[in-house]
């Protein structure tokens, strides 16, 4: 996993609600048995007109878009199915932060582990993000957002789990933490609660 | 003062390897681990590249289930029809459990299904358990007393290597339902009001307990169906306290336990349920008895009315009317008589024998109307052994539906079997998210009984009418 520290980039804004992994990524792009190339794929159903050539009315195909680190959306972003092809499609197309009012519990501990920054802001902050793209910075040290909305400059100090933060700040999967455990888990497994099996 | 405690509290206490603190999130310890073909191949890659084994491939239980054909596969040839990808991935699950000596409910076993039909049917689901598999739908065995959820494939490797998911506790919310669901009305109609009513963010962040009158009287697979959807409310698990009629469902399964093994077991398990007066973070209650069956309308299962009602007129900020544009249904208007060009019986959701039987109860002796086309697809091989035994496969086929092998299917379309563009289906699974069963399906979900009622009638219709005709 890509360590993150801070980014400074304009915003792709996707101003829909209850955006699913089906629309980030649909089912039948599941069928692959790796993770990487599946940013093509990203938001297929919305992204490509029937002719396979991008649909200039989606939002993200409209220039002032395209090349941003950072995804604005809408409220519950992530919903639906726990696919982790939702956040490897998002990263393989170029982003690092989703922000979003709400973002789904299973999306949110997917991006997590993807080096996908998930940060949930307040409506006031969404509604002056979603009004159209602009330059922001992140920086997860400090845990800060930064950006000009209309009124003035917007600082908003964002919360993230420590472990998780940890993870990211230095490009850590945790699977070698959870192998570290093994002592632990080899007397939990000793107990009679751990002995049986299926 | 005596330490009141939720279902949830306990099942979660018991399996804390390491508690969580501000640094740290609990190492939880999970019993059991399902896996399918979609979601696991890249979490073995990982295995593979670590030089890991797989630690308890005795408390792993792989099917298959997603990719796989409704058409029936003599030899592994036959899996070929789902496509390249779709067979390749297949093939690569077979491989994977093999190499990693894990026991596989494949195609040469008739104990293959959706992977949250078998684990109950196994009676590998138990009360008491973590239980967690790469597939939102997990929430479906917190019918048992289990806690069970989904998962994405980098923690699929992370249980796969070491029983453990690293977990901060998730605040925990009760659904109370009170008094008795009307006739006609199916656990299916009582989580979509429930969902309704919340939301589908409604449940984030928090485990539900489905609690109440209304919960007790469920059989087993309407509890399920109940759980199945606590995703749809964005929950990370539902949960139903263990009673009589869970243990009378677990009697004589294949994994459950059996004599005193159990009788101890069983008062492990009812001890599970939740403490009188413990506390829950929030609380809802809906009353069951003013029920109607329901029916989504909108491009999120929270879009449902009654089937009966007309569809609400509420632009509060756009969404619904995308929705309604997306459906091509009009607010203000009703929803019943809109024509359906396909009807899915099947998903984790809904094709279990009790939902084929209420089906069939509807469709016996009738017709799908001309040009419609209905898929009546079992949860499990087992399901659709023991339906064709009793004849449920006569009454789908007599009545010109199609009668398929078991499979996910047309909940999510990935092996073939979909919904064509523009084309409006009644679906009995969990998800009516645009182009979900095919690019360009509009999908409504509703009961078996909604569906098969509006088989017949070749559009949206009230099952009650059929149901007092049949009666």
């Not at chain 1, 192998?179 to 080899?186: D, G």
């Not at chain 2, 453990?164 to 006609?184: D, F, T």
């Not at chain 2, 073939?416 to 699974?429: E, N, P």
């Amino acid at each position: 996993m890509k360590p993150f520290d801070s980014i400074r980039s304009h915003t792709a804004v996707l101003p829909r609600t209850d955006v699913d992994t089906d629309q980030i990524i649909p089912a039948r792009f599941l069928t692959t048995t790796t993770r990487e190339g599946l940013g093509e794929s990203l938001f297929a159903d919305w992204r490509y007109a029937p002719d396979g050539q991008p649909n200039p009315e989606f939002e993200l195909n409209q220039p002032v878009h395209q090349s941003a680190l950072v995804l604005v959306a809408g409220r519950n972003f992530g919903c639906g199915s726990s696919r982790e092809h939702a956040p490897w499609s998002l990263v393989d197309y170029g982003f690092r932060v989703v922000i979003s009012t709400e973002i789904a519990d299973i999306f949110r501990s997917n991006s997590l582990k993807n080096g996908l920054l998930p940060i949930v802001v307040p409506d006031a902050i969404a509604q002056a993000l979603l009004k159209g793209s602009c330059q922001v910075e992140i920086d997860l040290q400090s845990q800060h957002l930064r950006f000009d909305s209309a009124t003035g400059p917007i600082e908003f100090h964002f919360e993230i789990d420590g472990f998780a933060k940890h993870c990211l700040l230095n490009g850590i999967d945790q699977l070698g933490f959870l192998l570290e455990q093994k002592p632990a888990i080899e007397a939990f497994e000793k107990t009679a609660h751990g002995t049986s099996t299926i | 003062m005596t330490m009141t405690a939720t279902l949830f509290d306990k099942l979660w206490q018991q399996h804390v390897v390491t508690p969580q603190s501000d640094d740290q999130p609990a190492v939880l310890y999970i019993d059991l681990h399902l896996i399918h073909e979609v979601t696991s191949p890249q979490a073995f890659g990982v295995l593979r590249e670590r030089g890991l084994p797989v630690r308890r491939p005795d408390r792993t239980l792989a099917t298959m289930d997603h990719s796989t054909p409704t058409s029936p596969v003599r030899t592994l040839a036959d899996i070929n029809v789902v496509g390249e990808a779709a067979a390749g991935q297949i093939r690569q699950m077979i491989s994977n459990c093999r190499e990693f000596g894990i026991e596989l409910h494949g195609f040469d076993r008739d104990t293959r299904g959706i992977v949250h039909v078998i684990g109950p049917e196994l009676g590998a689901t138990q009360p008491g358990k973590t239980i967690v598999c790469g597939d939102s739908h997990t929430s479906t065995h917190g019918a048992f007393g289990a806690l069970a959820f989904g998962i994405g494939t980098t923690e699929v490797g992370h249980v796969l290597a070491t029983q453990c998911l690293l977990q901060r506790k998730p605040r925990s919310m009760a659904i109370n339902v009170e008094g008795a669901l009307p006739a006609g009305v199916s656990a299916k109609d009582l989580i979509l009001a429930i969902i309704g009513k919340i939301g589908v963010d409604g449940g984030t962040g928090h485990v539900l307990e489905y609690r109440g009158n209304a919960i007790r009287a469920l059989d087993m697979a309407g509890r399920m169906t109940v759980c199945n959807m606590s995703i749809e409310a964005g929950a990370r698990a539902g949960l139903i306290g263990p009673d009589e009629t869970t243990l009378d469902y677990l009697r004589g399964r294949p994994m459950a336990p059996t004599g005193a093994a159990l009788n101890a077991a069983a008062e492990k398990w009812l001890a599970l349920n939740t403490d009188d007066g413990a506390a829950f973070d929030r609380e809802v209650t809906i009353d069951a008895s003013v029920l109607a069956p329901m029916i989504t309308f909108g491009t999120n299962p929270g879009m449902v009315v009654p089937v009966d009602a007309a569809l609400p007129t509420r632009p509060a900020d756009g969404i619904w009317d995308r929705a309604l544009d997306y459906m091509q249904f009009e607010a203000g208007k009703p929803i019943q008589g809109k024509p359906v060009d396909v009807v899915f019986v099947g998903s984790c959701t809904n094709a279990r024998l009790e939902d084929l039987h209420d089906a069939a109860s509807v469709l016996r002796g009738r017709r799908v109307a001309d040009g419609v086309r209905m898929l009546v697809v079992p949860g499990s091989q087992k399901i659709k052994e023991q339906a064709e035994q009793v004849g449920l496969h006569d009454v789908f086929l007599s009545a010109g539906a199609e009668w398929r092998e078991s499979g996910c299917s047309m909940c999510l379309g990935m092996n073939g079997d979909t919904v064509g563009s523009g084309q409006l289906a009644i679906s009995t699974s969990n998800r009516n998210f645009e182009g979900r069963q095919g690019k360009g399906a509009r999908t409504v979900l509703a009961s078996p009984a909604t569906a098969a009622a509006s088989a017949i009638a070749g559009a949206i219709a009230d099952p009650r009418a059929y149901l007092e005709r049949a009666s």
